[in-house]
């Protein structure tokens, strides 16, 4: 845990502070997955510690605990009454090829649509895996990223290792910190509320980006979210939009494209999880974003890092760990006859920690300097941080276990729930949420 938290605190700049982690228990894992969950969100409150050091002089206390982060790694809500949507897709998931294992990520229509090109039309997984199983795991991979899907061959730690991609990664640090243009007047936070007044535009989505903003919000951030008119991820709206509000705009529209520019003209920070290439096409590349906000504080992440033949790659946390190492270990540490991911989806979560972290520390640059910046991270980056801390457990905590105690009531669009306390304590400094989890496209596109 120690060797694993000093990594991130010397990645993001922070001093090597002792932080305490209370609770026992652990995720069973062939990976240590709730030292990652504990080490990531400690940063992330170290990193508000910090801030408000250098705002008032006072270090506050800060604490994780063990249980919590765990549960916090997988879901935060318990529904009363009524269940959120599955997560997978009823084809997603991982499938026998004549040479080993692939993943199919077909949660999204439009990335169903891509595998099914290839593959065919399949009403089910059986269907599904008659037809993988009729392809070697390299040319099935390689076809369905071509037709625009998502799909990752296990390979083990050592393949790559010796893989193009593999060694980007490996070549690339945990955080990329870049400077910026000279910002905006300082915004008007509390010790309570350390983020209130500051503008956080989300294009993010799915996991990582948005527990990044929802940890940003928990600080009192105003935070937006701007979702394509079509896109929906019922399985984790939930979970993930607690304390936003949520747009929808049409980058592809000239009127909606007006709006966009006039809110990131306002926004303190931007947070974007578009592949590397993204933003360029929809003409808001790097420059037109400074022309457009000197002084933002820019924060992205991808899936397969930032150089390399993967760096455009659409990609997801499950097919990070085929790719990367982590499902081929488990299959290996659990003795099974498939490949076993992580049993929650931690490169997501962790990565998400990280960069509002980054953006903490981008903020403390600004009060320094008053300039802006930008940060870059990637959940392969964030899988070689985990696979190098070394082996897991085999305990038994699970997230299901939570006690009613450690609830607390939360009322949302499609029903009553409890969401779990914040498993970080910083003194003086409670995460609290003012608005409550909501669908996507509930609100308008504008600032409060």
């Excluded at 649509?113 to 895996?129: F, I, N, P, Q």
């Excluded at 808001?284 to 033949?309: H, K, M, T």
């Excluded at 455009?312 to 991911?341: C, H, Y």
Aim: proline content about 7%; hydrophobic content about 45%.
């Amino acid at each position: 845990m120690t060797d694993l938290l000093t990594s991130i605190q010397a990645a993001l700049g922070l001093s090597r502070m002792p932080i305490p982690f209370t609770g026992e228990g652990a995720l069973p894992s062939a990976f240590a997955v709730t030292d990652l969950a504990c080490a990531s969100i400690a940063a992330a409150g170290q990193a508000v510690a910090e801030l408000l050091q250098q705002q008032t002089g006072d270090l506050p206390g800060v604490e994780v605990d063990r249980r919590l982060a765990s549960f916090w790694f997988a879901t935060s809500l318990r529904p009363i009454g009524w269940e959120v949507p599955p997560l997978w897709d009823p084809v997603a998931g991982d499938y026998a090829t004549k040479d080993g294992w692939i993943r199919l990520h077909t949660n999204a229509p439009h990335h169903r649509v891509a595998a099914e090109s290839v593959l065919g039309a399949c009403a089910d997984r059986a269907a599904m895996a008659a037809k993988v199983a009729q392809w070697s795991g390299a040319d099935l991979e390689q076809a369905v990223v071509e037709a625009k899907g998502c799909a990752a061959e296990m390979r083990s730690w050592e393949q790559w290792q010796k893989h193009p991609q593999g060694l980007a990664v490996n070549a690339e640090p945990l955080v990329h910190f870049s400077d910026g243009e000279e910002s905006h007047q300082p915004w008007k936070g509390s010790v309570a509320q350390p983020l209130a007044g500051l503008k956080v535009l989300d294009l993010t989505r799915v996991l990582a980006g948005p527990t990044a903003s929802r940890f940003l919000a928990g600080l009192g951030a105003n935070v937006l979210r701007i979702d394509p008119p079509t896109w929906n991820e019922p399985g984790v709206v939930p979970e993930v939009t607690l304390g936003k509000r949520c747009a929808r705009l049409d980058l592809h529209q000239a009127a909606d494209r007006a709006v966009f520019e006039s809110l990131l003209k306002d926004a303190d920070i931007l947070l974007h999880g578009y592949r590397a290439d993204a933003l360029e096409h929809l003409g808001f590349g790097v420059e037109r974003r400074r022309q457009l906000a000197p002084g933002l504080i820019d924060v992205c992440l991808n899936a397969y890092g930032w150089s390399g033949p993967w760096q455009n790659r659409r990609g997801f946390d499950s097919l990070v760990q085929m790719s990367s190492g982590i499902a081929e270990a488990g299959q290996r540490w659990r003795q099974a006859d498939k490949p076993t991911p992580l049993p929650v989806q931690a490169l997501d979560h962790a990565t998400g920690y990280l960069m509002a972290a980054s953006v903490i520390r981008l903020l403390a640059e600004r009060l320094r300097s008053g300039r802006g910046g930008s940060a870059r991270l990637s959940l392969s980056r964030t899988a070689k941080l985990l696979i190098e801390q070394g082996p897991g457990t085999d305990e038994v905590l699970r997230p299901e276990e939570a006690k009613d105690q450690s609830l607390q009531m939360e009322h949302t669009p499609w029903g009553p729930a409890r969401r779990l306390l914040a498993p970080l304590h910083i003194a003086g400094t409670p995460l609290q949420w003012a608005l409550p989890a909501t669908e996507l496209g509930s609100h308008r596109p504008q600032w409060f």
